[in-house]
């Protein structure tokens, strides 16, 4: 071995340098940063994980809100569809009340009117009866002469048989 | 209030003379005083009254015609009663 140049206290020193540097390398350098990386690697899945989690969690909330959005849309529209409709309602009984009033006052008032109308017809019946009557009184004081009366008083006494009886 | 017997009494007498002569008594009511022929002709035409004693009242407002009143009795054939119900027939 001497003949070949290998010194071997050197060789053993080196062996035990080796070993001695292969454990304390293995206990304190490799197994620490292999745990490390393990512990990365687990930290690393976990929050993929996490983040897939989240990741679904937000598609279904967008989903959801999507859902809730579009109910509150149906409902919204729902909710117009059913206003308008009593807004409607509510129009056309008004416009119907008000033409029934306006039909009642119509009517009430073409009441009025006939009744006007009559009354007025029955005070000028009467004022030309009493005109009449009177222009017939002063026209027959003015006709009958002495002459006519009696014979008007001739022919009443002919039928006063008839009237006394 | 009392009244007077005798007054009462003389009331009644009263009342009963004008009720006799109105009985006796025939008006007639003409626009123009009315011949002694006209008054015969009446008291023949209307039995009733033969024998009483007529009175002719001239009253112008009548137009024409007569009325006749005799007790109770009115017979109104003056024109203006005509006119009368004349318009109360139309009007």
Same mark, same amino acid.
Request: aromatic share 8%; glycine share 2%; no cysteine.
């Given at each position: 071995m001497e003949s070949l140049g290998v010194d071997i206290k050197l060789l053993l020193a080196q062996i035990i340098n080796f070993t001695l540097f292969f454990f304390i390398f293995k206990k304190f350098i490799a197994r620490p940063f292999s745990k490390f990386l393990k512990q990365e690697k687990e930290n690393e899945k976990e929050k993929n994980e996490l983040l897939e989690k989240a990741k679904k969690r937000e598609e279904e909330l967008a989903l959801e809100e999507k859902k809730m959005r579009e109910k509150l849309k149906k409902e919204y529209e729902e909710n117009l569809k059913q206003m308008k409709e009593e807004v409607e309602n509510l129009r056309k009984k008004m416009i119907n009340e008000a033409k029934d009033e306006a039909e009642e006052l119509k009517n009430k008032a073409k009441l009025l009117i006939e009744e006007e109308k009559e009354r007025l017809n029955n005070e000028m019946k009467s004022k030309i009866g009493k005109i009449s009557l009177t222009i017939t009184e002063e026209l027959l004081k003015q006709v009958l002469d002495e002459e006519l009366q009696k014979k008007i008083n001739q022919k009443i006494i002919k039928n006063l048989t008839k009237k006394v009886n | 209030m009392k009244i007077d017997f005798r007054l009462k009494e003389e009331l009644r007498r009263y009342l009963e003379k004008k009720i006799k002569e109105e009985k006796e008594m025939v008006t007639v009511i003409s626009t123009y005083p009315l011949t002694e022929e006209e008054i015969n002709q009446i008291k023949n035409n209307w039995?009733? +009254?033969?024998g009483k004693k007529i009175v002719n009242i001239v009253d /112008? /407002? +009548? +137009?024409?015609g007569l009325i006749i009143k005799f007790g109770s009795q009115e017979i109104d054939l003056s024109v203006v009663n005509q006119l009368k119900n004349f318009r109360n027939l139309f009007f």
């Amino acid at each position: 071995m001497e003949s070949l140049g290998v010194d071997i206290k050197l060789l053993l020193a080196q062996i035990i340098n080796f070993t001695l540097f292969f454990f304390i390398f293995k206990k304190f350098i490799a197994r620490p940063f292999s745990k490390f990386l393990k512990q990365e690697k687990e930290n690393e899945k976990e929050k993929n994980e996490l983040l897939e989690k989240a990741k679904k969690r937000e598609e279904e909330l967008a989903l959801e809100e999507k859902k809730m959005r579009e109910k509150l849309k149906k409902e919204y529209e729902e909710n117009l569809k059913q206003m308008k409709e009593e807004v409607e309602n509510l129009r056309k009984k008004m416009i119907n009340e008000a033409k029934d009033e306006a039909e009642e006052l119509k009517n009430k008032a073409k009441l009025l009117i006939e009744e006007e109308k009559e009354r007025l017809n029955n005070e000028m019946k009467s004022k030309i009866g009493k005109i009449s009557l009177t222009i017939t009184e002063e026209l027959l004081k003015q006709v009958l002469d002495e002459e006519l009366q009696k014979k008007i008083n001739q022919k009443i006494i002919k039928n006063l048989t008839k009237k006394v009886n | 209030m009392k009244i007077d017997f005798r007054l009462k009494e003389e009331l009644r007498r009263y009342l009963e003379k004008k009720i006799k002569e109105e009985k006796e008594m025939v008006t007639v009511i003409s626009t123009y005083p009315l011949t002694e022929e006209e008054i015969n002709q009446i008291k023949n035409n209307w039995p009733a +009254i033969y024998g009483k004693k007529i009175v002719n009242i001239v009253d /112008k /407002k +009548i +137009i024409g015609g007569l009325i006749i009143k005799f007790g109770s009795q009115e017979i109104d054939l003056s024109v203006v009663n005509q006119l009368k119900n004349f318009r109360n027939l139309f009007f």
